[in-house]
């Protein structure tokens, strides 16, 4: 059977298995559109704003594991598009956005709505396609699907002119034939001999520690993980992006280590003799100052993308391979060697973690019990949700104070279930990809802990929230500023506050939410916060935002000393240093 | 330290723009840069001159290697290499040609043309023979040059192909 551009592009999408398009149409993209309107498989999802739809595919597909897909209109379309892809690209989540252009016939002619795309996200994405011929469109989708899964995943742009998906020029459709590029080869398993060396080294270790990143989650690698330390019992580390990988609540498990990590963890790391670094790469909210970075340690670095192997920190034993191949070959070569690990030094090491625990550990209800103040504190709001929900929810975040609360107080047991935006920071991505995780898992709580200045750059949402029956929860530590920002102005220029606090101009959230058609709470009584938490989350149906007022002195701690600090400099608490 | 870099790479829309782009990007500097497609013409070759120090250009090889219309990418300055450039020189008329041949024989050069205004020259050499010839022809008025930027060969049985 013939079909046209638009029909084709459907049945090749239906058959990578979509479930969900999440998007907005546009001049460029009404063939397209059309072709969504004669099909029934796939949903599509209307946003308010394509930073909102391509957040959300991102959400999806961090829950899932699935790419996202998004469709965009030309030029606005696919400019509003540009943040959502660099958030993608730098976390390394697969997305397919697929962008109207201009017909052919009017590229390069300044014609309206037109903008380069491909030229525009050319830095952002793994690879981006724009399609010359409409009988192309089943293999490229076929293709760009192979391209942002495998390897090191990552977002692909199909740019698709106008004329392409015309209905009236129809083509036979050619099932795709299984994708092999002679240009693109994703190594997959480790090389033996490194394996080798890496189970001999981390055996013959005293001060070993587990350092596991995002890639460790991409790569479904957790059980291995998990399996690893099971024979090991030596302490572990995740990073932003690699919350849940292993489990909060194992008494191995030191929480979140770098900028903002725990004590223990940023000790644990400089005082090792070896780092076990998994699908992490060592960027600058981890190292601090890479020349001062873990003195003592060997490093083994796992990572499917030789290019973040020794590019911050030199590895002694690179391993490239797909991070569950490598883990599940290294776990086999540990139970095979005769070197046994040292107990005795092992535990004696584990000793020395619980004594860091024990002096400057994240305890901050201990801290709480004491206070006297009235003032609801930031980390109190997400213990409570951590409470509430079990600490089974899935948590979207935003970026800030809150995001960083959120990453240090809600332990997660469960990877896939800490959806943040760690590499590119974009605020604005909490409520969109809270949408796309809802839609994945449908009776699943879906928390986004925000700010209230990230949330008010994608509130749009709140209405495709209403149009889809998207009943997520929206907790809002609403400190009347931005938070982070304020933070390094009181600690770096002596608390001038340039352009970070609102005067009298924050909107009234309830209002707000209410005129969106949901229900909202606001907070700013301590003794009020646990009964209102547990009266929004008892709506299961209902999308609740709830507008938290809290202590707007308090800053994130603790924190990495810089420019010049290495891991065990640290601020502690307000003026205290280690 | 100067590096010559050579890559094959697919013969498809944009391909060039992402290998430029990536230097761009990643803070890395272009010295010079020459592409032309190869045996089947499916695919081009480039070779592409940088400086950086050992760890600077493994990681723009890892980088390059990352594009996915990238085939395959070589240094060709960590072993036995050839590395040869083409330079096209437009010099006020020469009134002594036989000096002037005698001074451009060690690079192949040629006269293409020897007019009443102007002369022509071509020559092909490293890209350090090119730099000393153009200061021995101070003296005679440069008025145009075009190079090719450095091409580059594995001696030997080392090869870079498909």
Redesign the interface.
Known sequence: MKLSGGDMLMRALREEGVKFIFGYPGGAALHIYDAIFRQKKIEHILVRHEQGATHAADGYARATGKPGVVFVTSGPGATNAITGLATAFMDSIPLIVVSGQVASHLIGTDSFQETDM??VS??IV???Y?V?RTEDIPSIINEAFH?ATTG?PGPVVIDIPKDITAPENKFEYKKPSKVN????QPKVHPHPGQIKKAAKAILSSERPVIYAGGGAIMGNASTQLKALNKILNVPVTNTLMGLGVYPATDKHFMGMLGMHGTYQANMAMHNADLILAIGARFDDRITNTPSKFAPDARIIHIDV???SI??IINADIPIVGQVKESLNALIKEIKRSKIKIDSEAISKWNDQIKEWRRLHGLDHEMYLKKSKSKLIMPQEVVQQVYKITKGDAYVTSDVGQHQMFAAQYYHFDKPRRWINSGGLGTMGFGLPSAMGVKLAFPNKEVVCITGEGSIQMCIQELSTCLQYGLPVKIININNQALGMVRQWQDMNYSGRHAASTYEESLPDFVKLTEAYGHKAFKVTQRNKLGPTLEKAFALKDKLVFVDVYVDQSEHVYPMLVSPNGSMKDMWLSRGKKT | MKRVLAMLVENKPGALARVVGLFHQRGYNIESLNVAPVHDGSYSRLTVATRGTESAVEQIMKQINKLIDIIKVADLTEGDHHELELALIKISKVVDLTSMKKIIKPLNGKILKNDSTTCVISVTGTSIDINNLLRNLKKNKVIEIVRSGSLGLHESNKTLTI
């Open positions: 491909i030229g050319r830095p793994k690879h981006s724009i010359q391209i090191r590029l002679r240009s693109y993308d030789p290019a020794s590019k």
